[in-house]
C-alpha cells in the first residue's frame, strides 16, 4: 500500500509540476483530488485492508491529498506569475487595432470650426428654411426685375403649389443673404451673426460647378463700423480655417447687395505669393466677397441706413474646403462616397 | 476683354518708369481684375527682318532654296527655305537660333537651332506666317508662302516686334469684374481709369460736326425707350481694301481679327469707346431705315448665314422691305459690306440693354456688341464714337464725302446729383481724406463736385448714370477703390455685450450629429434636396408624390420631386456604396419639404411650405446580423436623449411605416408626439432599390420636434452603503412573448421588496439546445438592500419569487 501511495505521489508530483497553463492544472487536479480521482481510488480500497493497517494508510492517503492540495497550489501561483510575465518576443510594431468611428462630413467639420470661431467673438448662429420666396430671395436684396440672376436657367423655381396663389414665386435659396432679412426684421441691432447652410443653383455640373453647395455668411449691422474692419473678420476666419495666419487683401468688386463691394483673396499658401499653378501664377486666390451691406438690404430690415452701416462676407465652404486639402471635384462633396468621406476625421 | 497698352497711350501718357506689372496690380485692386499680362513681343525672340541677297538651287532638292540672307549688323547667313514667293531684295521674318516657332504650323512650338538641311547648312530659318502666330496678319493661300515683309520700312536686323509694332503688353481682364462698368469696354475707359490712379491727363475727343452739305438722313425710330439715340451717317467714295497697318495690328493684338478697312474701323472705334458701330452697304437698303419691332415670326438671315424666325419684341432695323440687322447684335446677310461696297450707312446708336439681353439670350447669339449693349452703355459715347470713326475714315481713304447725317437723339441722358453728407462719410470711410483730395480723384473719374457745409454734392458723368452709380454708397466706393484699399487700415471691432450665446435649438442639432458619428460610428453624407423617382417608388410609394413639391425646371427629369423624406436619398446613397463596401453605417441630417401652406412669421405676404430639419440614419450589413442591426439602431435613438439633453423618448407600434418590415418596426415617440420611426427596411422596397445581399436598418426622425433641456440633465443618487449582487437567470418561454412582458412582471413593483435595483436584458437563444416553440431568455437582476448585506437565502428566496411569478403569468420555465 505504502508503495502504491508513493508510487501515486511521485506521479502526481511530477504532473503537477510540468503543467504549462492553469486550465491543464485543473484538469490534473480533479484526476487526483475529484470524484473519480486517484485518492478515492485509495480511499475505497482502504476497507479491504486489515483493520490494523487501516487508520496508518487513512492518514498516508491524507497525507497525500494534502501534499496535493499544496503542490498545486504553489503550481498555481507560478503559473499565474508566468503568465503576468509578457514574452520577449512581443511585437508592439503590429498594426493598432483602429476603434470603429463614423465621423462628419469635411463641410460640416469646418462649418462647426467656424461656429465656434465665431460664437467666441459674440456672434449668434442664425439657419433658416431653404424654401424661399422671390420677395425674400431677389426683391429686398435689391436684385433689379429683370436681373438674369431670376431666370429660370439660374434659380431653380417651385412649380406652382397651394401656397403660391396670388403671391410671389417659390424657390430654393439662390444664396443666404435673403434669410439674413429675416433675421434683421425679427432682432434689435446692433447684430452680429453668422448664417451656414446649403444653396442652390440651377447649372450644369463638371469638377468645378455644383447645383448645391454650402455657403457660410456673417454679418455685422452696427451703429459705427467700417469695411476696414472687416479684415479683422476675414482674418480671422481664414486663419481657423488653415491654422496659419493668412494674409489677404480686399480689393474693389460688385455684387448687388453690397456697396462698397470688395473681392477678398489669399494670399496663395502653395506658393506663399511668389505665384504657382495654383494662383494662376498671381499669388493670390479669390475667395470670398463682402462689403457694407447695400442701403436698400437695410431699408428692406427697416433700418436706416443712414444710422447704421455694416460688414458682410460670404464664403463658399466648398471651394475653402477644396483649396484646404486640394480636392479637385466639387461633385464628390454631394456623392455620398464612404471612399471619399471616410479621408476625413 | 482684352486690352493694349499701347494703345491706351494714345489716349494718356504712362511715364516710362511705370511697370506694366504695377498698373495690372493697381488696376486689379482699384477698378477690374486683370487676370494675365502678356508681353506680346516675348513671342517674337530672336526672330528679325532679313533682307534675301541672293536666291540660290538647292544641290539636292528641287523645291528648295538656299537664300543668301543680310540680317543686319553685315551678318549674312544662307538659309535653306522652301518658300515659293522668295525673290531678291525681298524682307522677310528670319527666326535665329532660339526662336520658338510652329513647323509648318503644327501645334507645338520648336526652338530654331542652326542646322543642316539635305546636306546644306542653315542658319535660322525663313518663316511663313502660320509659323510664327502672324496669320491673321498675314494671310496666305498658296502653300509655302512666305512673309513679304517689303513694305515695312524696317531695315535688316531690326526685331521683328519693332518693325510690326508688335512691342506691346496686352492685359487680359476678367469679363466678371466688368459687367457693373459699361465705361470700361472700351480702351478709352480703362485709360481714364490708368489716369485717375497716377493723376495724368486724360486725352479729349474732339466733337465732330457733319458738314454743312450733308443732307438730312431719314431714320425712323419707333421704339424711343429701346433705341434712345440713333445717330447714320451716309459715307461715299470708300472701297473695299484692307486698312492700314496699324489698324489691323491693333485690332488684332486685342483678339480681332483684321477683314477690310471698313470693318476694321468699326471694329476699331467699338474696342476704342466701347460703342459697338455698324456699316450698312448702302445699296442694298431698299427706301428708309426704320428701327421697329420685328413681326410675328418674321425672317432674318444674318450676317453668319443663320435665319432667325423673329418675335413681336425683337428689336430690328428694317429698310422699306424687310429687317436688315437684329438691332445691337448682328446685321443681315444681305446688307453687310460686300466685295463692291463703296457707300455705307454707318449707325451709331444706343439700344437698351434689357432688350438686348433678352433678344440675344432667346436667339442664343452673343456677340461683342451685344455683350457691351447689355450692360447699359450711356447714349452720349455716341459722340466720341463717331469723331473717332470719322477721323478713322478719312484717314484710310482720300476722297470719302460724308453726304447725309442724322442724329436722333430726343431726350437726354440725365446724370445723377447725389448729396453726400461728409460727416456720413467719414464714418464709412474710417477716417478722413480732405476735400480737395477727394475732389480731385473725382474729377478725373468724370464727377463735378460741390461743397457747402456737411454736404458734398456729385454729378455724375454720363457714362456712369445709366445704373452704376446713384447713391451715396457708390461715392464711398469709389473714394475707397481710388485711393487703395490697402490705404484703410482694419479698425478694432467694438462690442457692448449684453449676454452670452445661448442658442440651444441651434446647438441640437449639431450635438445630435456629433452623437451619430462619434458615439454611433457613423457617417455623415450630403444629397441633394430633390429625390430620385426610383427611389421616391421605392422607399415611399407613388401616390406620396401629392405631399410633396416640385421643381419647374428641375436638374434631370427623373428628379423633378423635392425631398419630403430623407429616405429616398439615404437609401440610394447605400444603393452606391454597397458597391464598394458591405457594411457600414451613414446618416443625414437635412431640411425636408412639405407640400402645406404655412405663413411665414417674417411677413404677412409670404406663405411658404411647411419645412422640417430631419435627421436620417442607417446601419447597414449582412442578413444574418439582422437583429444586431435593428438593435444597435434602437439603441442609438434609446440613448439619444441622454447624450443630447432632450426629453425621452419611447417607443410604440401605432402605425407602420410604408417602407418597413411587417413585424421589425417602432414609431419613435416624444413628448407625446410621433416624432419619427425605426424598422429595418422591408424586403420589397430593398429589391426595388436593387439591396439584394444585404439587411439595412433605418431610422428617420424629426429635430424640430425634440424637446430640448435648457442645460445637461444628469442625476445624481448616493453611491448604495451595501454590496448588490448580480444573479443571472435563464429561462425558457413561448416564442410569443415579448421582452417587454418579461420586464413589466418583474419590474411589478407589487413583489419587488424594494431589492431589484435593475434588470439587465442579457441574450435572447432560439434553436437546437431548447425545445421546439421555445426560446431562452437569459437576463440578470441586480439585488441589494439599503439598510443591509443580504443573504443567500435572502437572494435565492427573492430570485424564485422572479421565477415562480414569471411561471405563473407567462408559463417561464427554469432552463437546466
Redesign the interface.
Known amino acids: 500500500m505504502q508503495e502504491k501511495i508513493n508510487n501515486i505521489l511521485n506521479e502526481g508530483t511530477n504532473k503537477i509540476k510540468k503543467a504549462k497553463t492553469i486550465e491543464e492544472l485543473k484538469i490534473i487536479k480533479s484526476s487526483l483530488l475529484g470524484k473519480q480521482g486517484v485518492i478515492k481510488d485509495i480511499l475505497k480500497e482502504i476497507p479491504n485492508l486489515e483493520i490494523s493497517k487501516r487508520s496508518e494508510a487513512g492518514c498516508a492517503a491524507n497525507k497525500l491529498k494534502n501534499c496535493f492540495n499544496n503542490l498545486l497550489k504553489l503550481r498555481k501561483e507560478e503559473l499565474f506569475f508566468k503568465m503576468l510575465e509578457i514574452p520577449l518576443d512581443f511585437d508592439a510594431t503590429l498594426p493598432g487595432i483602429p476603434p470603429?468611428?463614423?465621423?462628419?462630413?469635411p463641410?460640416?467639420q469646418i462649418c462647426?470650426d467656424l461656429?465656434d470661431t465665431f460664437?467666441s467673438?459674440?456672434?449668434?448662429?442664425?439657419?433658416e428654411?431653404?424654401?424661399?420666396?422671390e420677395?425674400?430671395a431677389f426683391d429686398n436684396l435689391n436684385f433689379p426685375k429683370?436681373h438674369?440672376a431670376r431666370e429660370?436657367?439660374d434659380t431653380?423655381?417651385?412649380?406652382e403649389?397651394?401656397?403660391?396663389k396670388n403671391?410671389?414665386r417659390?424657390c430654393?435659396r439662390p444664396h443666404l443673404t435673403g434669410a439674413s432679412i429675416?433675421y434683421l426684421?425679427?432682432h434689435k441691432p446692433?447684430f452680429?451673426f453668422v448664417y451656414p447652410g446649403?444653396v442652390?443653383r440651377?447649372e450644369s455640373t463638371d469638377a468645378k460647378h455644383e447645383?448645391?453647395f454650402f455657403q457660410y455668411e456673417a454679418l455685422?449691422v452696427d451703429h459705427?463700423?467700417?469695411?476696414?474692419?472687416?479684415?479683422?473678420?476675414i482674418k480671422s476666419i481664414l486663419s481657423k480655417v488653415f491654422g496659419c495666419d493668412v494674409s489677404i487683401?480686399?480689393?474693389?468688386?460688385?455684387f448687388p447687395f453690397v456697396?462698397?463691394?470688395?473681392?477678398i483673396d489669399m494670399g496663395c499658401l502653395v506658393c506663399n505669393k511668389k505665384g504657382c499653378r495654383v494662383c494662376?501664377y498671381?499669388g493670390w486666390i479669390e475667395i470670398m466677397p463682402g462689403g457694407?451691406p447695400?442701403?436698400n438690404v437695410l431699408r428692406s430690415a427697416k433700418l436706416n441706413?443712414?444710422k447704421f452701416?455694416g460688414f458682410y462676407v460670404n464664403i463658399g465652404l466648398d471651394r475653402l474646403v477644396m483649396m484646404r486639402y486640394g480636392i479637385d471635384d466639387i461633385r464628390l462633396?454631394?456623392?455620398?462616397?464612404?471612399?471619399f468621406?471616410?479621408q476625413f476625421n | 476683354m482684352k486690352v493694349s497698352l499701347n494703345w491706351i497711350k494714345d489716349y494718356v501718357k504712362i511715364p516710362k518708369i511705370l511697370k506694366s506689372s504695377q498698373i495690372a496690380y493697381d488696376l486689379t485692386m482699384s477698378t477690374v481684375e486683370v487676370e494675365n499680362t502678356m508681353k506680346l513681343n516675348e513671342k517674337f525672340n530672336n526672330i528679325v527682318i532679313g533682307v534675301i541677297i541672293e536666291v540660290i538651287s538647292h544641290p539636292n532638292a528641287d523645291r528648295l532654296k538656299i537664300c543668301k540672307t543680310d540680317i543686319g549688323n553685315g551678318e549674312i547667313c544662307e538659309i535653306v527655305c522652301g518658300g515659293s514667293n522668295l525673290k531678291k531684295n525681298m524682307k522677310v521674318a528670319v527666326a535665329r537660333p532660339g526662336a520658338m516657332v510652329r513647323w509648318h504650323g503644327e501645334n507645338n512650338f520648336v526652338e530654331i537651332k542652326n542646322t543642316k538641311v539635305r546636306g546644306v547648312n542653315s542658319f535660322g530659318m525663313i518663316c511663313a506666317s502660320s509659323e510664327i502666330e502672324l496669320f491673321d496678319l498675314f494671310p496666305f493661300t498658296k502653300e509655302a508662302t512666305i512673309i513679304n515683309l517689303s513694305k515695312f520700312d524696317s531695315k535688316a536686323g531690326t526685331p521683328l516686334s519693332e518693325a510690326l509694332e508688335l512691342d506691346d503688353t496686352i492685359l487680359e481682364i476678367d469679363n466678371k469684374s466688368l459687367t457693373n462698368r459699361p465705361d470700361l469696354w472700351g480702351h478709352y475707359g480703362i485709360a481714364r481709369e490708368i489716369a485717375t490712379l497716377y493723376d495724368l491727363p486724360l486725352v479729349n475727343f474732339k466733337k465732330f460736326m457733319p458738314p454743312k452739305s450733308a443732307t438730312n438722313l431719314t431714320v425712323t425710330v419707333k421704339n424711343l425707350l429701346e433705341c434712345p439715340r440713333y445717330i447714320g451717317v451716309k459715307i461715299e467714295g470708300l472701297s473695299i481694301k484692307p486698312s492700314p497697318f496699324e489698324i489691323q495690328s491693333r485690332i488684332w493684338r486685342v483678339g480681332v481679327r483684321p477683314v477690310n478697312a471698313i470693318v476694321d474701323i468699326t471694329n476699331y472705334v467699338m474696342l476704342a469707346t466701347g460703342q459697338p458701330t455698324h456699316a450698312f452697304d448702302f445699296d442694298n437698303i431698299k427706301g428708309h431705315i426704320t428701327v421697329r419691332h420685328a413681326f410675328k415670326k418674321e425672317k432674318l438671315l444674318l450676317l453668319n448665314g443663320r435665319e432667325l424666325s423673329l418675335s413681336e419684341d425683337n428689336l430690328i432695323i428694317a429698310d422699306d422691305e424687310s429687317p436688315i440687322g437684329l438691332a445691337g447684335i448682328m446685321g443681315s446677310e444681305k446688307d453687310s459690306v460686300l466685295p463692291k461696297t463703296n457707300k455705307v450707312i454707318l449707325e451709331i446708336a444706343n439700344f437698351n440693354a434689357i432688350s438686348i439681353r433678352r433678344t440675344s439670350t432667346q436667339h442664343k447669339i452673343h456677340t461683342e456688341a451685344a455683350t457691351r449693349y447689355e450692360k447699359a452703355i450711356d447714349p452720349e459715347r455716341g459722340d466720341i464714337a463717331l469723331s473717332l470713326a470719322m477721323q478713322l475714315f478719312k484717314n484710310s481713304y482720300k476722297d470719302i464725302k460724308l453726304t447725309s447725317f442724322c442724329d436722333n437723339y430726343p431726350k437726354h441722358l440725365k446724370k445723377n446729383k447725389i448729396d453726400v453728407s461728409l460727416n456720413w462719410l467719414k464714418k464709412q470711410l474710417g477716417k478722413h481724406i480732405p476735400n480737395k483730395d477727394m475732389t480731385n480723384k473725382l474729377k478725373r473719374l468724370g464727377f463735378e463736385v460741390n461743397f457747402n457745409n456737411d454736404n458734398m454734392q456729385v454729378v455724375t458723368p454720363t457714362w456712369r448714370s445709366t445704373g452704376d452709380i446713384s447713391i451715396p454708397s457708390d461715392i464711398v466706393e469709389e473714394i475707397v477703390r481710388i485711393h487703395g484699399l490697402e490705404n484703410f487700415e482694419a479698425t478694432p471691432i467694438t462690442t457692448t455685450f449684453q449676454h452670452a450665446t445661448n442658442q440651444i435649438n441651434i446647438d441640437i442639432e449639431r450635438k445630435i450629429k456629433e452623437y451619430l458619428a462619434f458615439r454611433c460610428k457613423m457617417r455623415e453624407i450630403f444629397t441633394y434636396p430633390w429625390m430620385d423617382d426610383n427611389y421616391i417608388k421605392a422607399i415611399l410609394q407613388e401616390n406620396s408624390k401629392k405631399n410633396m413639391l416640385s421643381l419647374s425646371s428641375p436638374p434631370s427629369p427623373s428628379e423633378s420631386y423635392l425631398c419630403s423624406s430623407l429616405l429616398p436619398n439615404l437609401c440610394k446613397a447605400i444603393t452606391n456604396n454597397l458597391r464598394f463596401f458591405n457594411e457600414f453605417a451613414i446618416f443625414e441630417s437635412a431640411q425636408i419639404f412639405l407640400n402645406k401652406v404655412l405663413k411665414s412669421c417674417y411677413d404677412s405676404q409670404e406663405k411658404l411650405p411647411v419645412q422640417h430639419r430631419n435627421i436620417a440614419g442607417a446601419y447597414v450589413g449582412a442578413p444574418e446580423k439582422m437583429n444586431l442591426l435593428f438593435r444597435t439602431l434602437k439603441g442609438v435613438i434609446e440613448a439619444l436623449p441622454y447624450y443630447v439633453h432632450v426629453k425621452q423618448i419611447i417607443f410604440k407600434k401605432n402605425n407602420k411605416p410604408i417602407w418597413a418590415d411587417n413585424v421589425a418596426w417602432l414609431n419613435i415617440f416624444h413628448n407625446k408626439e410621433q416624432i419619427g420611426n425605426l424598422a429595418l427596411l422591408s424586403k420589397k422596397a430593398s429589391l426595388d432599390c436593387a439591396i439584394k445581399k444585404n439587411t439595412v436598418a433605418l431610422f428617420e426622425l424629426d429635430i424640430d420636434l425634440l424637446k430640448p433641456y435648457s442645460s445637461r440633465t444628469n442625476k445624481f443618487s448616493h453611491i448604495l452603503e451595501y454590496p448588490t449582487v448580480d444573479y443571472d437567470l435563464s429561462l425558457l418561454f413561448d416564442l410569443s412573448v415579448k421582452w417587454d412582458e418579461i420586464s413589466a412582471v418583474i419590474k411589478d413593483e407589487a413583489y419587488s421588496n424594494k431589492l431589484l435595483h435593475k434588470i439587465l436584458f442579457i441574450d435572447e437563444y432560439k434553436g437546437s439546445q431548447v425545445p421546439i416553440k421555445k426560446k431562452s431568455i437569459t437576463f440578470r437582476l441586480i439585488i441589494g438592500s439599503p439598510e443591509k448585506t443580504l443573504t443567500s437565502n435572502e437572494i435565492e428566496n427573492y430570485a424564485n419569487s422572479v421565477v415562480k411569478r414569471l411561471n405563473k403569468t407567462l408559463g417561464a420555465k427554469l432552463r437546466n
Not at chain 1, 100 to 105: A, E, M, V, Y
Not at chain 1, 156 to 159: E, I, K, M, N, Q
Not at chain 1, 259 to 263: A, D, M, Q, V, Y
Request: charged fraction near 20%.
Open positions: 470603429h468611428t463614423g465621423g462628419l462630413h463641410i460640416t462647426y461656429n460664437r467673438m459674440g456672434f449668434e448662429i442664425f439657419q428654411q431653404e424654401i424661399t420666396s420677395l425674400y429683370n438674369p429660370s436657367m431653380y423655381w417651385l412649380t403649389h397651394s401656397a403660391q403671391n410671389s417659390l430654393l429675416r426684421q425679427t446692433p452680429r446649403k442652390y440651377n447645383r448645391a455685422i459705427d463700423f467700417t469695411f476696414s474692419s472687416g479684415k479683422i473678420i487683401r480686399m480689393r474693389v468688386g460688385y456697396e462698397p463691394g470688395f473681392e494662376k498671381v457694407t447695400h442701403p441706413p443712414e452701416t462633396f454631394h456623392s455620398a462616397d464612404l471612399r468621406l471616410k
